[in-house]
């Protein structure tokens, strides 16, 4: 009894290294392709900024300092005070009707992150010649938009640390909040359609 | 299954007047632009009656086919919402759509034209080898080809309804609920290589549960991607029904994510970062969220539920005669296969279960048919669709319920159909069954969104 157990231990560490020893493997590269980007590369491609803002680079800016550089780059299509040119949609006001009938949405009323506004500007704006601005006006622009909503004063300076203090009226109007554990696989990723309480489909 | 003809010069001279409004007021709407490459499409996609041998080396179709072509959203003939032709799915057969055919949402004014030379994919973060690939090396590491529908998020929604609406209103006929309301939605075989094995080479940490994907189109679209997601099943993809990506579905290089929406499936892919949580970017907190009656919002609601359409007959076509036709569409879902779809020819009243066109492929279309005797009587025609785990597409009053009050079902039928007509925001993701009003006189029309009125404050 006590030799067939030793056996099966005997047995058994060897395939337990092989497997440790797979899972190390699979930690290496098997296909050797590709290089390690370089600075530049880092530089360009590394600039999408979460709300952590951890990529957010140095600079700052006011809503005054921003109000000349959105009235020459902006205005055409949001509007002299971020009105909105139709069909582009208003970037001011709104705030206090998300829960009504007739919900007005803009970045101010309805975004729930100061740095999705300096991300977008950032990257994307303007439309007609993106990633032409400073990082000083985009930190400018973005004091604007908030300064014009109400959610910050004009003399506020805005920088990596003051726009992730920035307390978003609309910060806790979202759900679910996004899983931070690993679904299943093929599982359902929120299926509101079956996911109703008390809900039935059509009778067959 | 040819389509109605229509006089798409009409058109043509119609979307250009409305683009001369627009670039008045915005100086870099290229409304012309919109006007020519439809042209140029019209002229490329024909082989000459008397061809060449280089009109023959890429073929082109034969002269007689005349009708069909992807065609511009509903209000976008003000240019500046950008590229956006939708697909016909009234002429559709099988489970591939061409790539000539396949729908285009973008939000740029011009598209990218990158050289496939210069273009690379780069993988950062928290990994423990960042890794930039040229398109060459990509193509060495083991490919795979799979069939996955791609479907718009704002698919089917009211507001397109009423866009579509209001375009008929102003005149412009050539263009049917068909398409201008369900067809941002198509169906290709993609052809790349599994991003779990490209995030695998550069090591993934710990630590690490999300990806943002950024492509090199002009504004750069970015979206945070669930790291398991993309060890499961998504492509990066060069290839599409057998050849290079077309230049408008993000040559040379995309993501496809199978079963989630399409803001997902980034173009021109460059970057790919490895973080730990979502980065809350534009299209995840702004547009592509669902605002509900008590001012929550849902969002990363990714995944497209069960769905089918009836795509012939449709609006877009006319029943000569009474007898025999065979009913045809498409299902689809973002999860798992679809496993049956019933067709009622009576009006709900009672369901015959479809043909289906094997072999199905999980998260892509499956065609069903059904032989259907028309006795030339009024009566409405729908499809339901369930798939593999027994999720069940649902009636647009059912998702009303969903939507409009998940707490206390069921409501009174006139309550729900008040949450549709006092929607103030076009609800995404949009799945509910598809009513196909016949007549006496064989025309067709929509039965499902012309149900209720709209809110005329619904904006997108």
Redesign the interface.
Known sequence: MRCTTFSRANFLLPMMALLACGAAM??????K?????TEA??RE??T?????GKELPPGSGTSKEGAPIYAAQCA??HGKNGEG?F???PLVGGIGT??????K?T?GS????A??IW??IN??MP??A??TLSADDVYALTAFILAKNGIIKETDVMDKNSLLEVQMPNRN????V???S??D??R????????????K??A? | MNSKKSDRRGFLKGSAALAGLAVG????ANGKALAAVDQRTIKQSVTPDEPTIQDLLYGGRSSYETSVYRTPSP?AG?A??GLRNLTPLQDSMGVITPAALHYVVAR??TLPNIDPRTH?F?I?GMV??????TLE?LK??PSVSRVHFLECTGNSGLYHYREWVEDRKKGRTDIYAIQGVHGRLSCSEWTGVPLSLLL????VQKQA??L?A?GND???H?KSI????AM?DIIVAYGQNGEALRREQGYPLRLVVPG?QGVNNVKFI??I?V?D??????PE??AY???H???????????V??KSLITFPSDAHHLPERGLYEISGIAWC???AIRRVEVSTDG?KT?KDARLQQPIFRKAWTRFLLGWNWNGTETQIMS?ATNE?S??Q??IM??A???GN??T??EPASEIASFWE?A??SQF?N?PIQIWKVSQDGSIRDGTFSTFKMNP?L?R
């Open positions: 699979a930690q290496s590269p098997t296909y392709l590709g290089r390690t980007p590369e880092f491609w590394d999408v900024v979460g709300a952590k055409v299509c040119v069909p582009y949609r998300i829960n009504t009938p007739t919900p949405l970045v309805y975004s729930p992150y740095t999705t991300d977008f990257r994307a439309k007609y993106p990633r109007g979202f759900f679910p996004p899983p931070q690993v679904p696989k093929d359902s990723w929120f299926p509101y359609w079956n996911q109703a309480p008390g809900w489909p059509a067959k | 007021a915005i100086p870099f209000g003000l500046q919402v740029d004014l690379t780069m950062h423990d080898r960042p890794l930039i690939f090396e060495r590491f695998k080479e550069a090591g549960k999300w943002i950024e002009i504004g750069r970015a669930p790291l398991a997601k499961d989630f460059r970057s970062k973080v949580e979502p980065y809350y970017l534009r907190i702004s969220t669902n605002l009656p008590n001012g929550k919002a849902s969002w990363y609601e990714s995944q539920g069960p973002g999860r798992g709900g369901w339901r785990y999720d069940i649902p009636t059912e998702l319920k969903l939507w998940q707490t079902p069921p006092t103030a925001i993701l799945n404050g904006v």
